[in-house]
């Protein structure tokens, strides 16, 4: 029996024992089950940040009046891009469309800029002039790290780098570099932030998360989500920020083992304190949609989970913006399909997110409604939520996205203040787990062999959700305005007469000063990722062997370890002479050499500033996370007395 059925039915059984009077034991006996089960009076109750406004409900309502059946149903479904071509749109009253990880304009990767912009202007033109009340079309984009679909865009560490920074304010303005280079590309609606607060680094989606610790979460939600949609009463929904997505409603990052889309089984209040935690300041932060889970609540799929969406997020916590189901969610409600699902929107979810069987989707929806599967005030309530959103972004009056600030603008895109910035986030991402005898920072007219598969590869310093889903298929070429670690070292070094060279494998003839190693995880995301071991060796031994080869040489080893995830590495740091925990830096691999070199004249360029956002583990057990290596917050600084590794057992 599913957990809101369970609900219902206890509920159900007080209601009776009550009108009974005598029913105390089933009464006693349902009380109790529902405060097992659930407590709404767990969850913070919040006053929307957005008082009544009858100016905005007075136009929606003029135009619902307008609407058909077929209009409201349209509006509650957004199809991906390969399967809903100009004719389809003209056709269907479809009210909004998405590139998914792997989809773009024309089908192919690497699609250019101005065909991202003509297609949009396109369905601008063709939702402008088809049947019916013009209803702005959204164009929503997973542009979780910069526009990440977009050649020359720049690419921002993922959000386990950014959580390393302990700097919100430097995160809302990566939101209004991203969401300035998404206009760019003439979308209107990106599917961040990700609020998963990762509990087990087993999850092919921990780098998505900010921190495992729900109060860093707290307080970098609000900040990412006033990035990307502006401030209310200041700047909100201007015609230079974008719709955000807080996701995936809830406790996407606490399923059993890691499992992606796994079942979350845990009581109330810890999906309250802890996978919930970025929800409240989301919301009073303004953000206009929500993304439910794939992932379950114990044992109910959170796309069905009418207790947690209906009552609690739109009830109690007070969203009044629209909440949008994830890629095919729907589908794995118990009796849906991708064509239907009428237990999803009763259950709340506003539009349904789905691919190839959009148009049965749409026909069987509007008989479910026809024949009362769906009420037609449940339609009703999601097309105003909708629209409510549409209207706060000003998107009824907005001309085509090219003629939006900077739309199609190429110099806009990877411009040298956004890679600034991202540089900067960089920089004090990189958290210093070893420093033996103060080897870092290195003197900038070194000879220093930079060796590994991730000194040159700035796809690989990019991780996933890069210009295709799993990232990590393109090298440096698709990147024409980032630099890969080696390039960054390469410059701040042979600037001030030093030499670098570089071997992937660690080969050299001439004995150098240092060795920089570059190694970590191929690119991956979601499901991809999941692993059952948190030994970075048993995932790839190769990187161990070559440490073991030049550490044979004695030569001073400085390991950069690109990961979108803390991993056991101990035998790897061990045979370094100092280890970094660089996350998935994106373009601006140079930040990292603006922090491992000193300044030509020997002083120290930038010190660290990173601090654990998750525990570093001291097993391959993921379950073995209560004891960590290195704790939160923990990160050296160069600022600091000579650094003994009291935390790593000596070579064995
Ligand atoms: C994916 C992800 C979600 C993303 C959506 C659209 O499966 O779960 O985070 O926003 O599909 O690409």
């Known amino acids: 029996m599913r957990n809101n059925q369970k609900y219902n039915f206890f509920g159900f059984a ?74 389809d749109l003209a056709k269907f009253p479809i009210g909004a469309v998405l590139n998914g990880g792997d989809s773009s304009p024309g089908g192919y990767k690497n699609t250019p800029l101005a065909e991202w912009v003509s297609l949009a202007d396109k369905f601008h033109d063709i939702v402008k002039t088809r049947d019916g009340a013009y209803i702005p079309l959204l164009w929503g984009t997973d542009a979780v790290h910069g526009q990440n679909k977009i050649i020359g865009a720049t690419i921002f560490p993922h959000n386990i780098g950014l959580g390393a920074t302990h700097n919100p304010p430097l995160i809302r303005k990566i939101g209004v570099a991203t969401a300035q280079e998404v206009i760019v590309s003439g979308q209107n609606w990106v599917f961040a932030p990700t609020l998963a607060v990762a509990q087990n680094y087993s999850w092919g989606r921990t780098y998505e998360s900010y921190s495992s610790d729900p109060a860093i ?25 974008v719709i955000a997505t807080a996701k995936h409603f809830v406790g996407d990052g606490g399923t059993t083992d890691g499992r992606d889309q796994g079942n979350t089984s845990i009581n109330e209040e810890t999906l309250v304190k802890t996978h919930a935690a970025g929800y409240e300041p989301a919301i009073q932060a303004g953000v206009q949609t929500i993304m439910a889970s794939y992932s379950s609540w114990n044992g109910v799929k959170m796309h069905e989970n009418h207790y947690l969406i209906a009552d609690v997020l739109k009830g109690r916590m007070g969203f009044d913006g629209f909440v949008v189901g994830d890629w095919n969610g729907h589908a794995q409600v118990p009796g849906c399909s991708k064509s239907s699902c009428p237990q999803a ?251 491992l070199v000193r300044k030509p004249n020997g002083e120290i360029n930038f010190d660290f500033e990173g601090r654990l956002s998750f525990p570093w583990p001291d097993s391959p057990e993921a379950s073995e996370l209560s004891k960590p290596l290195f704790p939160l917050d923990y990160g050296l600084r160069y600022q600091h007395e000579p650094t003994a590794d009291k935390r790593l057992p000596k070579e064995n």
């Open 14 to 87: 007080i209601l009776l024992g009550l009108i009974a009077g005598s029913g105390s034991s089933v009464c006693l006996a349902a009380q109790t089950e529902t405060e097992d089960l659930t407590n709404i009076d767990n969850w913070p109750q919040i006053e929307s940040p957005f008082p009544h406004d009858s100016q905005t409900e007075d136009y929606i309502t003029k135009i619902i009046n307008t609407m058909s059946l077929k209009e409201k149903v349209g509006q509650m479904i957004i199809v991906e891009l390969p399967f809903i071509n100009a004719e």
């Open 217 to 241: 979460v707290e307080k970098i939600a609000p900040e990412i989500v006033k990035g990307l949609q502006g401030e209310i009463g200041v700047d909100f929904l201007s015609d230079r920020h």
């Open 345 to 595: 929107i009763n259950a709340g979810v506003d539009m349904l997110m789905v691919t190839e069987p959009w148009k049965e989707l749409y026909f069987n929806t509007i008989k479910q409604v026809e024949n009362g599967e769906i009420h037609l005030e449940r339609v009703d309530d999601a097309v105003r939520r909708i629209l409510r959103v549409k209207y706060r972004a000003g998107l009824f009056n907005q001309p085509h996205p090219s003629l939006r600030p900077g739309g199609g603008d190429p110099s806009i895109l990877g411009n040298m203040a956004n890679r600034s910035l991202a540089r900067q986030a960089v920089r004090q991402s990189l958290v210093l787990l070893k420093n033996q005898d103060d080897v870092l920072p290195i003197p900038a007219n070194s000879r220093v062999l930079v060796v590994g598969k991730g000194a040159n590869d700035i796809g690989m310093q990019s991780g996933g959700w890069t210009l295709t889903w799993q990232g990590g298929i393109d090298r440096n070429e698709s990147f024409p305005k980032g630099e890969s670690i080696l390039q960054g070292l390469q410059r701040a070094i042979e600037a001030s007469g030093g030499k670098v060279s570089f071997s992937e494998n660690g080969d050299f003839t001439e004995r150098p000063d240092y060795v920089v190693m570059v190694f970590g995880e191929t690119p991956y995301a979601e499901m991809k990722g999941d692993i059952n071991t948190l030994s970075f060796s048993q995932l790839n031994g190769q990187p161990l062997e070559l440490l073991k080869k030049l550490k044979s040489a004695s030569l001073p080893i400085i390991s950069v370890f690109l990961s979108g995830r803390p991993l056991w590495v101990t035998p790897e740091m061990i045979h370094s002479d100092a280890f970094v925990a660089a996350w998935l830096p994106g373009t601006e691999g140079a930040g990292v050499a603006d922090v």
